[in-house]
């Protein structure tokens, strides 16, 4: 049974950082492209960062650019996400999702398997 869980989030003054962890099981996941979505409260799940496979794509949300980080561990089947200079707009349930697809890792219907979330809650 293939799973995702993340995990690292929390409650985090304005300016602080928080480092999110999604790790996979069931499965190797050496070959799958992993992404990053949030989903804020009234709000549609939008995409924040993937990665490719081998990490030769990466992309970011243009809103948080400068600020986050992905990286991925494939012998560990886990994929990361720093966060720097949070602002309470990035208040939100962030989702990992891994797929075999390569293309279009921005739009979350490309993506085969989802964790659960993490909240991240941001303070002015």
């Known amino acids: 049974q293939v799973q995702l869980v993340e995990s690292g989030g929390g409650l985090v003054q304005a300016g602080g950082s928080l480092r999110l962890s999604c790790a996979a099981s069931?499965?190797?996941?050496?070959?799958?492209?992993w992404g990053w979505f949030r989903q804020a409260p009234g709000k549609v799940r939008e995409f924040v960062s993937f990665i490719s496979w081998n990490a030769d794509l990466i992309g970011y949300v243009d809103s948080m650019k400068g600020r986050i980080a992905i990286s991925r561990d494939n012998a560990k089947n886990t994929v990361y996400l720093q966060m720097n200079s949070l602002k309470p707009d990035d208040t939100a349930v962030y989702y990992c999702?891994?797929?075999?697809?390569?293309?279009?890792?921005?739009?979350?219907?490309?993506?085969?398997?989802w964790g659960q979330g993490t909240q991240v809650t941001v303070s002015s």
């Open positions: 999702a891994a797929t075999l697809i390569r293309q279009l890792l921005q739009s979350e219907k490309s993506y085969d398997y």
């Open positions: 069931g499965r190797p996941f050496g070959n799958y492209n």
